[in-house]
C-alpha cells in the first residue's frame, strides 16, 4: 500500500485496470447506468434498477426516449438484448447508433393494433431473452389498465428484466419508479422523482439537451455538409455547356421548342363565366 | 471394394409404431390385423401376443380363441411404408442415402462413417437415433446388402460389424431363415438336413447347381457374401408432411396435443436429416363433421426444434376455437430454408435461447411477422428512406462457450500446417492449407492469409477442382492449378449456394466459383491437420547415396519408396545429374526433378518434369513437392522465377502517339468532362469526341477513364 501511494505509476496502471474492467462486458447487471451525471446521481441507486418498471411520464419531444435508449446502451455494451415496443410508430432507428444503441441487438415491435402494446411487452418481459424492454404509449390513446400494470410489474420482477413505460403527460401509469419529464424551452430539461421505492421522491435536476444527445441539436448546422457550410468554390475557367443563343434571348424552352406560358392559349373567360362558346 | 452398407432392423415395427402413438398399449397383447380371401389375419402380433401363442397369418378368430383380451388394429400396408419413409428420412444426418426394406428395416449408405468416429461409432449413433425417436433397433453394418440385413435380424447381437472379407464367416451360423426371398430354397435345404448358412456355402457349386438350380446357386452365393445387389437410393417426397388420424376424434386440447407432439417430433427429424428448417408451417385439423380447418404458423426464425413449435402450436390452438371434434391432424411445411443451425442466438443460459426462441414465435403469430424485426440502416439521402426493417439475429455471445454441436453430420474443418523452406532459411515461410466445406469457410480461410484454397464441387464422389492461390513474396513453390482431381469425397448433404473467389497464379485472373453442392473433406487428411499422405514414390538414381538419402527423408512420412522401374507409384523423383531422364509414357506418374541449379530445371522442364526442386531440400519440401506433383500441379522452385511465363506486358505508349486532338481531349478528360462536354468544348460532335478518348484509351492500354487519366499523368501527359 504503501509504495502504491507514493508511486503514481502504479496508481495509473491501476485506474487502467478498473478502467478496463468498467469498460468490459458485465456478466451480472444490476442496474443500467445512463452514463449523464446528473441523471445517475438523481436516480436512488445511481440507475435504472432492473426488475422494475421505470415510467418516464411527459409531453412528447420531452427526452424520454433519449433517456431510456441511453440506459439501453449499457446493456448493449454488456452484450444483452433490448427490444423497444414502439405504440405511435415514431422511433427513428439511424437516431439511435450515436446513442450506443446496436441495432442488431434492439428488437423493434410494432403491433398492428393498441391494444396489442402491452400484451406484447409483457410477453418480452416475461421471457426474460431481454435486459430491457420499452413500451411507448404516447400518442396512442391507451391507458394501462390496474391489472395490465399489476402484469407487468410482477413479469418485471420475476424476469429481472427493465421496463421503460414512457406514458403521455395526461395518462401516467403505475411505474414503481416514476420520473416526470419537462422540456424546458431550448436550454434542456427538467428530470423529477416522482415515485419511487428507494426514496428521493421529489428532488429534480436540469439536464442540458446538449449532454443527453452527443451532436445534438445546436450542432445541427455545423459539419462539412451541414447548413453553415461555405458554399462550394466556382472555377469560371471550367467549360460549361454554352446557354444557345435562344435561351439567352426567349429563356428556358420546353419540349419542341414549346415556351410555357407564353406559347400556349390562354383559358379562355367564356367558362368561368359560364357562358357556352 | 464393395461400398459398406448398414441395416437398421426395427423388429414388429408396425407394432412398436402403434405403441409409441398410444402408450397405453405398451405390455398389452396386441395384434395388428389385415384382411385377405375375407378373412381378418394376424399381419404382426407384439411380444405379449407372441408369447401365447400367437402368429402372423392366423385368423383374428383363432387368436381370438387363444387370448380372449388380445387388442386388435388395422394394418395399412402403405401408411407403414410411409412411417417408415419418414424414419429414415431422419438418419440422412448419419448417412447420404437410404433404401427401405418394407416393412420393418431400412438399409443405410455407410460411406460416411469417417465422420463419425469409424464404423462402431456410425452404429452407435444409428442405434441413439432410432432410440431417440422411441424405437428398439437391431443394426448390423457390412459390405454387402444380404449379410447386413441377415446379421441385423437374425444375428444374435444387436450391433454387429463385420470386415470387407469376413461376411462369409459371420454369417455361417445363422439359421437357414435368413434366406427369406427364397422360401422353396430353404424348405428344400430344410429336407436336405441343413440347418445354418455355412452348411450352404460349404457344399460344393457343382452339387447345389444339380439339386436346386440357378436359384440354389444363387442363394448360395448370397450366404457367401457375394450379394452384388447395390444400395438403389430412395427418392425423397418433395412435400414434409405428417398425417395422424386420432384413434379416437379429440374433443379437447390435451389428446390433439399429444399427437401433435409425435407428428411434430418426426417432422423435426426429417427435416433434420434433410438439412433444412421450418420457415412456415400449415397446421390442418379434420373435423368429424365440418371439415378441415387451416391454421398456419409463421416462425419468427427458421427452426427445427420440435418443443419450440409445439409451444407455438399450443400457443396457437389455445386462441382458435374449434366447434367439432378433431379426427385427422396433419401438418405440412408450406417453406423451409437452409438449416443454419442455432447461430446467433443470445441468452444468458442455453434457457435463454429457447425463451427468446419462444417469445419471437409467439410474437411473430400473434402480430404478424412484419410487426417486428431489427432496423437496419440504408445509404440513403432521405431521412425515410434511411433505415428499413429486418430480420431480428442478435449475435452470439460468447460463441467459444457455445454448449450443444450444431447437429450436423458434416462440418468443415480448418487447419494449418507449415513448411520451413530448405533452400532459404532466412526467409523461413509458412503455408496455410484449408480445406474447407463451404464458400464461407474457404473465403474465411483466403481472407486468413490461406495459401491454398481447396474446394471440391459438385455431388458427393464426384471430382473436384482446387482454386490455389499464391503469396508470392511468402511462398517457396509457385503452384499453378492445373487438374485438381478429389478422388473419392465422402458423401454426404452439404450446403449450396456461397461463392468464393479464388485467385490464381496467372495475374489479372480471378476464378470466381459457385459450388452447388459442396462434398466432403480428402479422404487422405488426417483429421488434426497433418500432411495427406502419399502411396508410393518411384525413385530414379543412380547415386547409391543420394538414393538412401532421399528414401531416409521420405521414410519419415509413411511414404513407400520404390526403385524398380516400371512400379506402379503415384510421383517419380528424378534425380537429374546421376540419371537420364525416366521414360514418360501416356498415365505415366508425373516427375518431380531434383535439380542442382536453374540450367538443370530447364532442362527437366524440357523433357516432361512436373515440378523441379533444389537437391538440397528438407524432407518437408521434398514431401509437400511431391504431394503436390501427385495431385496435377507444377511445383517450380522460389528462386526459378525466370522459368515462370512473364506476364503479359502492356503495350508501351509515348507522348508521341498521340496527335494533337487527343491532348487536347486527354486535357478535357483529366477535368472530368464527359464525352458531350468535350464535343461542346472542343466544337466536335459527341461522336467524334467519343472516337478520339476510345483512340486514347487503346493508345493507353486502359479500359476506364480515370485509368487513362492517372496512366497518362504517370506518363506526364497531362498535369492534374
Known amino acids: 500500500m504503501e509504495t502504491a501511494r507514493t508511486d503514481p505509476a502504479v496508481l495509473e496502471r491501476l485506474r487502467e485496470r478498473i478502467r478496463t474492467l468498467q469498460a468490459a462486458p458485465r456478466a451480472l447487471l444490476s442496474m443500467l447506468r445512463t452514463g449523464l451525471p446528473p441523471v445517475d446521481g438523481l436516480l436512488p441507486g445511481g440507475g435504472f434498477p432492473l426488475g422494475q418498471v421505470v415510467e418516464l411520464w411527459g409531453e412528447p419531444a420531452s427526452g424520454r426516449a433519449r433517456l431510456a435508449f441511453r440506459a439501453i446502451a449499457e446493456a448493449h455494451r454488456a452484450l444483452r438484448l433490448a427490444a423497444w415496443v414502439d405504440g405511435p410508430g415514431t422511433l427513428y432507428p439511424p437516431a439511435l447508433p450515436p446513442l450506443g444503441i446496436r441495432l442488431e441487438q434492439l428488437l423493434v415491435v410494432r403491433p398492428p393494433e393498441p391494444r396489442q402494446l402491452a400484451w406484447s411487452a409483457l410477453q418480452l418481459l416475461r421471457s426474460g431473452a431481454f435486459a430491457a424492454v420499452g413500451l411507448d404509449l404516447s400518442r396512442t390513446g391507451l391507458r394501462l389498465s390496474p391489472p395490465e400494470s399489476r402484469r407487468l410489474v410482477e413479469a418485471a420482477t420475476r424476469s429481472g428484466g427493465l421496463l421503460f413505460l414512457l406514458t403521455p403527460a395526461e395518462a401516467p401509469a403505475d411505474g414503481t419508479l416514476r420520473l416526470r419529464l419537462l422540456a424546458t424551452g431550448p436550454r434542456g430539461m427538467r428530470l423529477e422523482v416522482v415515485r419511487s421505492r428507494q426514496g428521493g421522491t421529489s428532488r429534480a435536476v436540469e439536464v442540458p439537451w446538449q449532454m443527453l444527445t452527443p451532436g445534438g441539436p445546436s450542432d445541427v448546422g455545423a459539419g462539412p455538409r451541414g447548413l453553415d457550410a461555405p458554399p462550394l468554390p466556382v472555377d469560371p475557367a471550367l467549360p460549361f455547356r454554352r446557354a444557345r443563343a435562344c435561351t439567352v434571348r426567349d429563356g428556358p424552352i420546353g419540349i419542341q421548342g414549346q415556351r410555357p406560358g407564353r406559347d400556349l392559349p390562354l383559358p379562355s373567360f367564356a367558362q368561368a363565366l359560364g357562358v357556352a362558346p | ?162 470386415g470387407p472379407g469376413d461376411s462369409g464367416s459371420a454369417l455361417a451360423a445363422l439359421p437357414l431363415q435368413a434366406l427369406e426371398d427364397t422360401p422353396d430354397v430353404v424348405a428344400s435345404l430344410r429336407a436336405l438336413g441343413l440347418s445354418t448358412l455355412g452348411e450352404l456355402a460349404a457344399l460344393a457349386p457343382t452339387q447345389v447347381i444339380s439339386r436346386l438350380g440357378a436359384q440354389g446357386l444363387r442363394a448360395q452365393r448370397l450366404v457367401r457374401g457375394q450379394d452384388e445387389a447395390r444400395l438403389l437410393p430412395a427418392v425423397l417426397p418433395e412435400v414434409v408432411e405428417e398425417v395422424r388420424t386420432l384413434e379416437a376424434p379429440a374433443e379437447s386440447l390435451e389428446p390433439l396435443l399429444f399427437a401433435l407432439k409425435s407428428s411434430l417430433d418426426r417432422l423435426s427429424a426429417r427435416l433434420r436429416g434433410r438439412q433444412r428448417a421450418a420457415v412456415r408451417l400449415t397446421l390442418t385439423l379434420v373435423l368429424e363433421p365440418a371439415g378441415p380447418v387451416s391454421i398456419p404458423l409463421a416462425l419468427a426464425r427458421p427452426t427445427t426444434e420440435p418443443k419450440l413449435l409445439l409451444d407455438l402450436v399450443r400457443h396457437r390452438l389455445e386462441s382458435v376455437r374449434l366447434d367439432a371434434p378433431v379426427a385427422t391432424v396433419v401438418l405440412t411445411v408450406d417453406e423451409s430454408s437452409e438449416d443454419r443451425g442455432q447461430q446467433g442466438v443470445l441468452g444468458d443460459a442455453p434457457a435463454g435461447d429457447a425463451a427468446l426462441e419462444t417469445v419471437l414465435a409467439r410474437l411473430a403469430t400473434a402480430l404478424g411477422p412484419a410487426a417486428l424485426g431489427s432496423p437496419v440502416l440504408a445509404d440513403d439521402h432521405r431521412p425515410e428512406a434511411a433505415h428499413a426493417p429486418g430480420p431480428f439475429r442478435p449475435p452470439c455471445r460468447e460463441p467459444g462457450r457455445r454448449g450443444a454441436p450444431l447437429p450436423r453430420p458434416l462440418r468443415f474443418r480448418t487447419g494449418s500446417w507449415s513448411v520451413r523452406s530448405g533452400s532459404s532459411p532466412a526467409r523461413a515461410s509458412r503455408w496455410r492449407w484449408s480445406w474447407t466445406r463451404s464458400g464461407l469457410s474457404a473465403r474465411r480461410a483466403c481472407s486468413g492469409g490461406a495459401e491454398w484454397c481447396w474446394r471440391s464441387l459438385g455431388r458427393s464422389g464426384s471430382a473436384g477442382t482446387g482454386g490455389a492461390s499464391r503469396r508470392s513474396s511468402a511462398t517457396t513453390t509457385a503452384c499453378t492449378s492445373r487438374d485438381w482431381g478429389l478422388p473419392g469425397c465422402t458423401g454426404g448433404r452439404v450446403r449450396a449456394g456461397s461463392t468464393c473467389t479464388a485467385s490464381s497464379t496467372e495475374p489479372g485472373r480471378a476464378e470466381r466459383l459457385r459450388p452447388e453442392r459442396l462434398a466432403g473433406m480428402h479422404p487422405s487428411m488426417s483429421p488434426d491437420g497433418s500432411l495427406p499422405r502419399l502411396g508410393r514414390v518411384l525413385l530414379v538414381s543412380s547415386d547409391p547415396l543420394v538414393r538412401a538419402g532421399i528414401a531416409g527423408l521420405l521414410a519419415g512420412s509413411g511414404t513407400m519408396v520404390t526403385v524398380e522401374p516400371g512400379a506402379p507409384a503415384d510421383a517419380v523423383v528424378w534425380d537429374t545429374p546421376s540419371a537420364p531422364p525416366p521414360s514418360l509414357g501416356p498415365g505415366a506418374p508425373p516427375v518431380l526433378a531434383l535439380v542442382q541449379g536453374e540450367q538443370d530445371a530447364r532442362m527437366a522442364l524440357s523433357r516432361g518434369a512436373a515440378g523441379v526442386v533444389l537437391r538440397s531440400a528438407d524432407a518437408a519440401t521434398l514431401q509437400a513437392a511431391l504431394l503436390a506433383v501427385a495431385r496435377g500441379l507444377v511445383v517450380i522452385e522460389h528462386g526459378f522465377g525466370s522459368l515462370l511465363p512473364a506476364p503479359e506486358a502492356r503495350p508501351a505508349a509515348t507522348a508521341e502517339a498521340f496527335t494533337p486532338r487527343e491532348r487536347e481531349v486527354l486535357a478535357l478528360l483529366a477535368r472530368g468532362l464527359s464525352n458531350r462536354d468535350i464535343a461542346e468544348a472542343l466544337g466536335i460532335s459527341a461522336h467524334t469526341a467519343k472516337f478520339h478518348v476510345n483512340s486514347i484509351l487503346q493508345k493507353l492500354g486502359v479500359e476506364r477513364r480515370t485509368e487513362a487519366v492517372v496512366r497518362a499523368a504517370r506518363m506526364g501527359l497531362v498535369t492534374l
Open chain 2, 1 to 162: 471394394m464393395s461400398p459398406r452398407v448398414a441395416y437398421v432392423h426395427l423388429p414388429r415395427f408396425p407394432v412398436q409404431r402403434r405403441v409409441l402413438e398410444e402408450p397405453t398399449l405398451a405390455g398389452q397383447p396386441l395384434a395388428l390385423v389385415h384382411e385377405a380371401k375375407g378373412a381378418l389375419r394376424v399381419s404382426f402380433a407384439s411380444g405379449a401376443a407372441q408369447r401365447e401363442g400367437i402368429r402372423a397369418g392366423m385368423t383374428l378368430t383363432a387368436a381370438r380363441a387363444l387370448l380372449p383380451a388380445l387388442r386388435d388394429g388395422l394394418h395399412d400396408a402403405s401408411a407403414e411404408a410411409g412411417a417408415l419413409s419418414s424414419l429414415a428420412e431422419g438418419f440422412l444426418r448419419l448417412s447420404p442415402a437410404f433404401m427401405l426394406s418394407a416393412p420393418d428395416g431400412l438399409w443405410l449408405d455407410a460411406s460416411a462413417a469417417s465422420l463419425f468416429g469409424g464404423e462402431v461409432g456410425l452404429l452407435e449413433k444409428v442405434d441413439a437415433q432410432a432410440r431417440a425417436a422411441g424405437y428398439r433397433a437391431r443394426v448390423a453394418l457390412a459390405s454387402d446388402l444380404f449379410t447386413a440385413r441377415a446379421l441385423a435380424r437374425f444375428g444374435a447381437a444387436p450391433r454387429s460389424c463385420v
